[in-house]
């Protein structure tokens, strides 16, 4: 279970970040429905190779300062 909740307005904040970091997901259709954020790890682990902590941290890293640019 991920450590994290989104709502969609923090989804586009955070997929954002995310776009500016992993360039190469902008041609991705990233899929989130809220409360399956299981799922959207396991899309991020698949398209950018990395492992499940990491995409949480960086995700909750994102949640900390939505507002903000850095990721």
């Known amino acids: ?5 989104l709502t969609p307005e923090t989804w586009t904040k955070v997929k954002i970040k995310f776009l500016r970091k992993y360039r190469d997901l902008a041609q991705a259709e ?4 809220p409360g399956q954020e299981d799922s959207l790890v396991t899309q991020l682990m698949d398209l950018v190779k990395r492992d499940r902590e990491y995409i ?3 995700i909750k ?3 900390a300062d939505p507002e903000g640019n850095r990721l």
Do not use: D, Q
């Open 61 to 63: 890293k994102a949640l």
């Open 30 to 33: 990233i899929n989130f429905t």
């Open 56 to 58: 949480e941290f960086t």
């Open 1 to 5: 279970m991920a450590s994290f909740t």
